[in-house]
């Protein structure tokens, strides 16, 4: 995975030379703030080495959103993340201690798949939010602890790991690229499913008949015809389900807000965040109209869900850039490149 790496001899010239098409990079050794504040907008997603002291951290610029962190890093060093870092990637070997001081401006981790029950049973409880990738093994699933109430599902995961989810777990994030027979294996306790851009109807029919709820990011550009699809969908469960909250049908989740705190699962301030659009995910086109959706094709709603909040615009390309990633390279080519890193950090869920 492409990526441009740091170190004390990287000069202002080697930070502002970063191709526009790379935005992870790897800082090795400690860096000046007064350089590393210079890093691109473009650049979003950063490797921090167990040598890179707390001071580099704290340099970070605010367009960074994910992190990737690897043993030997120390809690001061997590502590003092960005606010900005919504995202974390926690590597084997990570131990709880260090996984117990994640800030609170950390709203998602993306596990690898190497790592033990015993730190994901460690996340803290403001952590609602893991994004599940390829290969994770069953017993990680079974380990999130209650807190975890909505996990993002990626290309790649497949049916073992979506009918080993927790009965905690009542929301998923849907990325484009599910395998359907994984979608068909949701079980029953999953009742609301966000959706991302490219996810198609065809997706969205093979639901289970135990969801009663669809929702869309208010932030992001999606085709006519799906908004169409989620209206009818959460209308169809409206109309036969009684004294159900005026907002029940809404297509949209609540909006993240300033610009600065996209995030998977963050807070919602006042301000709300402009639409955005995302010209490399394709709209999606169909010439016959959603087939409609009979009254009692789905059953009676279940309490409503609590709203949640949407992830980063970047989410969409990030899931579509990962799935490439692991179409691509063999599990045994990841591990023997160190690229499995640089992989995770380019998945989505909570993307969101």
Do not use: W
Not at 97 to 108: L, R, Y
């Amino acid at each position: 995975m492409a990526h441009t790496v740091l170190n004390e001899q990287s000069t202002l010239e080697d930070i502002l030379a970063i191709p526009t098409d790379v935005s992870l990079v790897r800082i090795l050794k400690n860096i000046a703030p007064e350089i590393l504040r210079e890093l691109p907008k473009h650049v979003t997603k950063v490797m921090i080495s167990p040598e890179v002291s707390t001071e580099t951290v704290i340099a970070l610029p605010a367009s960074i959103e994910m992190a990737i962190i690897y043993p030997g890093v120390t809690g001061e060093t997590v502590r003092a993340l960005p606010p900005g870092i919504k995202t974390l990637v926690i590597n084997p070997g990570i131990p709880k201690t260090i996984i117990c001081e994640i800030p609170q401006s950390v709203k998602e981790v993306v596990p690898h798949p190497d790592v033990h029950e015993s730190t994901i049973k460690a996340l803290p409880a403001h952590l609602n939010l893991v994004s599940i990738v390829p290969k994770l093994p069953v017993k990680i699933m079974r380990a999130l602890p209650a807190t975890v109430t909505r996990i993002g599902l990626n290309p790649g995961v497949g049916c073992r790991i979506i009918k080993a989810i927790p009965s905690h777990i009542e929301t998923i994030i849907l990325q484009a690229g599910i395998d359907l027979n994984a979608i068909r294996a949701l079980p029953q306790h999953v009742t609301t499913v966000i959706i991302n851009p490219c996810v198609k109807i065809e997706a969205l029919r093979e639901l289970p008949k135990s969801v009663t709820k669809i929702q869309a990011y208010s932030n992001k550009t999606y085709s006519e015809e799906t908004l169409a699809y989620i209206d009818q969908f959460n209308l169809s469960i409206a109309a036969s389900t009684p004294n159900l909250p005026q907002d029940y049908v809404s297509r949209f989740t609540v909006t993240s807000t300033q610009p600065e705190e996209k995030s998977l699962g963050g807070a919602a301030s006042s301000q709300p965040v402009e639409n955005y659009h995302d010209d490399s995910v394709p709209t999606q086109t169909r010439d016959e109209a959603p087939e409609p959706l009979s009254e009692t094709s789905r059953p009676t709603a279940k309490r409503p869900r609590e709203e949640v909040i949407d992830p980063s615009p970047r989410e969409t390309r990030i899931s579509r850039t990962a799935f490439t990633f692991f179409q691509s390279v063999s599990v045994e080519n990841i591990m023997e490149n160190s690229d499995y890193e640089a992989a995770c950090s380019l998945y989505r869920l909570q993307l969101g």
